[in-house]
């Protein structure tokens, strides 16, 4: 894979920059970094990195204000890193135009694989939108409406259907309660998160192999879901 | 006002006509029995119905019969008969004494009924402070103090307006009641009585009244309620001040305990990551590729420790701040329990787990993170105590459809009755200190929670070990579990 993608740091933690400094740049990963809210988005005009990781806790202003304002010029996926671990503070950040979540104290190979998911996404969102979705022996035919299971059709309803397909097209992302509630039962269900929980306790049912420790459809507890393609 | 005056003009002129009835039946009576009776008895006679119309109706009442009477005596019994000529000198010390006789009885009754209208408003001055210090004995707060206040002098004192302004004494804000609400008086208040102790001003009383000013008595009643009311806001004042300083000194111990056990809680896992990352720094030794790995997983478990605790200090604070306020949605039980098996996997691995979760289980109303925490902490609480390979058992029900009950049982060491209760509060241990790890939060942030959610928790020995129990309400904003339907509509 080519791992030259640059990545802008905005964080005030000068021990926190050296570490991902070091870690990045180990993964061969181009590294630059900001210490302020200000200088982060003057570099991230200049420099058009290709992911920025952030931090909410700056200096000089809120980082959900740092997101509002890179949205205005950039469609750069964002990857929050804060101690912030309410679960408001993580629903705020994605619904101002954040990618992506990670909690302070973080391991390194959650960030890695974060970072990859935002790359393939960037690229991606570059060419035509995949119309099939594979992730370990499930398929998800977009276009056609199938689902199968190591070569073995699936049988979902609409709604079913529905939910997965939204998850999967976004693979690999967080996606909140109210954004899925919102595109696929429509807006004035949006709090409805039970309906979420019944529907995705049938999918988890019928597509993984022990529900009880679901591995494509996982919840990020307090935020929304996450269907994932890769381990 | 108006009224008032046509009202007295009425009464007044009831007691002229009344006061020319009475003399007109007693000159009736005393005219039938003319022929029986003397000259000077007849004018004695007239003295009583002079009497009871002075009595009844007050001075000017008693002056104008005294006229009536002397006329129809007059009139009727003196020679010439039916005629109102004056001849004698004796008649005219009739009409004297008549009048002199209705003055002297009017001064004198109406000296007893200002001695009497004295007396009573004298007790009712003093059983209306009587009730309104009954009344402020029993409350506690400004506010209540203020609308007692103001109903008591409503009562008493007629008033156009009253404002009652109350300054702040510890802390609480400064508080401000008018009646009628809205009515914004421009005037100046017809009276202002301050609201004082010998330490301090608390505040002040004004009292807005049409009248020019208010009378004597209803100023000297007012008075006596605000030096009631001031004692009662100054005894709020000294209750306050009192429970703020136990307050702080139980929140001062509970904050050396916690530091306390925090210090000594943090320096356990910094000790071994201290202590494996400066092994890997050194340059005495080459570590073998499995002995690396080893350190660095006791620094990665260690660093999460570390993390685990700042968490559960977060929490607590949370919870004594009264900020934990659960987002409660309509969740699945087991997709909680089964996410916080995932989580816990290294921790439950030493053990046999019995999960008893019934399929139909309704959806219960928690906010899904901190149901998450009170079944880690529950867990942990369990691991931590019973020996390893021991049983963990969890096992959901419903009470009457109407409550969740969730209870955790283990194989550890029971809990001697008295202090079941207990391991809940912060910082108990029924074990040394030093012989086991954790904050001594666990216990209680699970209590905080369910609290917060509404429920109990509790503890219980079980044969062969202890269980922790908790209830929930299965209701959420009055409404009780929804049925999601897997029929199809979209």
Redesign the interface.
């Known amino acids: 894979m080519n791992n030259s993608a640059h990545i802008l740091v905005i964080d005030d933690e000068p021990q926190i920059l050296r570490a991902l400094r070091t870690i990045l740049g180990g993964h061969r990963y181009r590294v630059t970094t900001a210490r302020n809210g200000e200088e982060g988005l003057a570099l991230a005009a200049v420099e058009k990195p290709d992911i920025i990781i952030l931090d909410l806790g700056l200096p000089d202003m809120d980082g959900i204000q740092v997101c509002e304002q890179l949205r205005q010029f950039t469609e750069v996926p964002i990857i929050i890193l804060s101690v912030r671990?309410n679960?408001?503070d993580k629903v705020k950040a994605l619904d101002h135009g954040a990618d992506d979540y990670l909690v302070k104290?973080f391991?390194t190979e959650e960030l890695l694989a974060r970072l990859r998911v935002a790359l393939r996404h960037l690229v991606k969102s570059k060419g035509e939108p995949e119309t099939v979705i594979t992730s370990g022996d499930l398929v998800i035919d977009l276009t056609r409406h199938l689902v199968s299971r190591s070569g073995n059709e699936v049988k979902l309803?609409?709604?079913e259907f529905?939910l997965l397909a939204y998850l999967a097209s976004h693979a690999n992302r967080v996606l909140t309660h109210q954004n899925i509630l919102n595109h696929v039962?429509g807006i004035e269900y949006r709090d409805n998160?039970?309906?979420l929980?019944?529907?995705?306790?049938?999918l988890r049912k019928k597509l993984e192999t022990d529900?009880?420790?679901?591995v494509y459809l996982i919840?990020e507890?307090?935020i929304g879901y996450r269907f994932i393609t890769e381990s | 006002m108006d009224t008032i005056r046509t009202r007295s003009l009425f009464r007044n002129l009831l007691g002229f006509a009344l006061a020319i009835i009475t003399i007109a039946a007693a000159t009736g009576i005393l005219f039938l029995l003319r022929d029986r009776l003397n000259l000077s008895t007849i004018a004695l006679l007239y003295l009583v119905p002079l009497l009871i119309t002075t009595t009844m109706w007050g001075r000017w009442i008693g002056i104008f019969s005294a006229f009536v009477a002397f006329l129809s005596y007059n009139y009727f019994f003196l020679q010439p008969y039916y005629t109102l000529v004056v001849h004698e000198t004796q008649d005219i010390i009739t009409l004297i004494i008549f009048l002199v006789v209705s003055v002297f009885i009017s001064q004198l009754f109406g000296r007893a009924r200002a001695a009497l209208k004295a007396a009573v408003d004298r007790e009712s001055e003093t059983t209306r402070l009587y009730e309104l210090s009954l009344a402020l004995a029993g409350v506690s707060t400004l506010d209540e103090i203020a609308s007692v206040l103001a109903h008591k002098i409503n009562e008493t004192v007629h008033t156009d307006m009253l404002e009652l302004s109350i300054r702040p004494v510890y802390g609480e804000t400064p508080y401000r009641l008018s009646i009628p609400v809205d009515n914004r008086m421009k005037t100046q208040p017809s009276v202002i009585i301050p609201l004082e102790t010998v330490r301090a001003f608390l505040g002040e009383i004004r009292v807005w009244s049409r009248k020019t000013s208010l009378s004597s008595g209803d100023q000297k009643i007012l008075r006596a309620f605000a030096a009631q009311a001031a004692l009662a806001l100054e005894r709020t004042a000294l209750t306050h001040a009192e429970t703020r300083a136990q307050v702080l000194e139980e929140s001062d111990r509970l904050k050396s305990a916690l530091l306390s056990s925090v210090s000594h809680e943090f320096r356990t896992p910094l000790a071994t990551i201290k202590a494996a990352t400066t092994s890997l720094l050194s340059d005495e030794v080459s570590w073998e590729a499995q002995a690396r790995k080893d350190l660095l997983n006791a620094v990665?478990e260690e660093?999460d420790y570390l993390?685990y605790l700042v968490?559960n200090l977060l929490d607590m604070s949370r919870i004594e701040a009264g900020a934990l306020k659960p987002?409660k949605?309509?969740?699945?039980l087991?997709?909680i329990v089964?996410?916080v098996?995932?989580r816990l996997h290294r921790t439950i691995g030493r053990f046999r787990l019995d999960i008893c979760i019934p399929d139909d289980l309704p959806?219960v109303p928690v906010?899904?993170?901190q149901m998450?925490q009170v079944f880690i902490n529950l867990i942990n609480n369990s691991a931590k105590y019973s020996p390893e390979g021991s049983l963990i058992k969890l096992e959901a029900s419903t009470q009457n459809g109407k409550n969740l009950r969730v209870k955790i049982e283990n194989e550890g060491p029971q809990v001697i009755p008295e202090h079941l209760d207990r391991i809940f509060d912060k910082f108990y241990r029924v074990t040394e200190p030093e012989r086991v790890s954790g904050t001594g939060l666990g216990l209680s942030i699970c209590k905080g929670i369910v609290e917060a959610h509404g429920g109990h928790i509790w503890a219980e020995n079980v044969p062969g070990g202890i269980a922790f129990i908790f209830t929930l309400p299965l209701e959420l904003d009055g409404h009780s579990p929804?049925q999601?339907e897997?029929a199809?509509n979209?």
Not at chain 1, 211 to 214: L, N, V
Not at chain 2, 329 to 332: A, K, S
């Open positions: 671990s679960e408001s104290p391991g309803t609409a709604t529905n039962w998160v039970e309906y929980r019944v529907f995705m306790s049938q529900p009880k420790q679901p919840s507890p307090g | 990665d660093s993390n968490g987002n949605q309509w969740n699945i087991s997709e089964d996410n098996l995932v959806l906010d899904f993170s998450e929804p999601i897997e199809e979209i």
